[in-house]
Structures are given as structure tokens and as C-alpha cells.
């Protein structure tokens, strides 16, 4: 029960952080971060997704200009998907939902934090792109800055479970 009671701890300790400390993030807690990206669900096992970790000053400094969230931050980690079909549809945005939200997740369990950036990313794609060498058959989809927190935020309100619990149909408030 222990390993049951720590994940729901990390799920529940993981917040959007948006102002780190000025500390480097070792590059083995970066690549652990990463590695759980790759254990995330992906259909068909397609796998298309890649990633771009950033420790450079110098590239974090200009990725800052793109969004608040990496201005702090000492290290990113720049999720690519390559938008492709597999045999029963399309699935990278889900896969790669599924591999930001687990890298979240270990950053917080390695007693790191981030944020999911993508809203900045798709207004400055091209500098992005250009700025990473990212090639054009490949999709930049988000940018999690990793980094010490200053503070972690408050737990934002959220809908209890009965609020958004259905059970056996819409509306089916009880089991039956």
C-alpha cells in the first residue's frame, strides 16, 4: 500500500509552477523525466513522439522570451510529435498528452515541478522551430520548463467527486 499512497501523493502535489530557483536540473533527473514520457500509453505503440532537452543558458534565455513560464526555468524539455496516422487513426495528440502529463508527474516524484507550455509555443511556433532546428516533418506540441520551485502554488479548486461522477449512465447518481 505504500507505492499506492505515493502516487496519489505526487498526483495530488502537482501544480503548475511558473518561477524556479537558479539551480541546475542534473542531466540524469532530465533523461529520468524523459523516460517516463516514453512509458505513457501510445496507440498502436507508434511511438511518434521525440524529445529536445535544454540545459544551455544561453537557448533557455530566448525560450524565455516565448513564454513567462520559461523565464525562470534552468532546464525545458521540448516535446515533439510527428503527426502521423497509424492503421486505425490519429493518436499522437493523445500520445502526447498522455507522455507531458507523466513527465509532470516524475518531475514532481524526483522533487522537481513544471508547467505544460503550449498555447506560447503555437503563437511563436516558427522561432521555436527554427530556434531548435526542429525539421518540418515534425511538430513542436509543448514546452515543460523543469526546475526547483520558488514556491509550490496552492491547490486551485476542483469540482469534488460527486460533482462529476456519473454512474452506469449520464445522471446515474448511485450504484444500482
Known amino acids: 500500500m505504500p507505492k499506492q499512497v505515493a502516487f496519489f501523493d505526487v498526483v495530488k502535489r502537482r501544480r503548475s509552477v511558473r518561477d524556479f530557483l537558479p539551480e541546475p536540473v542534473p542531466i540524469e533527473v532530465l533523461q ?14 507508434a511511438q ?13 534565455a530566448r525560450l524565455g522570451e516565448i513564454s513567462p513560464a520559461l523565464k525562470t ?27 507531458i502529463e507523466n513527465m509532470l508527474l516524475a518531475a514532481v516524484a524526483l522533487g522537481y515541478a513544471g508547467c505544460w507550455v503550449e498555447g506560447q509555443v503555437r503563437q ?14 515534425v511538430n513542436v506540441s509543448a514546452i515543460v520548463p523543469i526546475g526547483k ?5 496552492e491547490r486551485p ?16 447518481k448511485g450504484l444500482r
Not at 529520468?32 to 505503440?45: F, K, Q, T
Not at 511518434?48 to 533557455?60: E, G, K, L, N, S
Not at 503527426?83 to 498528452?97: I, N
Not at 511563436?124 to 516533418?137: D, F, I, N, R, W
Request: charged share 15%; aromatic share 8%.
Open 32 to 45: 529520468s523525466i524523459v523516460a517516463a514520457g516514453l512509458e505513457a500509453p501510445s496507440g498502436c505503440n
Open 48 to 60: 511518434f513522439r521525440q524529445y529536445i532537452i535544454v540545459t544551455d543558458p544561453a537557448v533557455m
Open 73 to 99: 526555468a534552468p532546464a525545458a524539455i521540448v516535446q515533439l510529435i510527428e503527426p502521423k496516422a497509424t492503421r486505425y487513426g490519429e493518436f499522437y495528440l493523445q500520445d502526447a498528452a498522455a507522455s
Open 124 to 137: 511563436s511556433y516558427e522561432a521555436v522551430c527554427k530556434m531548435l532546428g526542429v525539421p518540418a516533418e
Open 149 to 153: 520551485p520558488v514556491e509550490i502554488p
Open 157 to 172: 479548486a476542483k469540482p469534488t467527486l460527486a460533482d462529476v461522477t456519473h454512474y452506469n449512465r449520464f445522471g446515474g
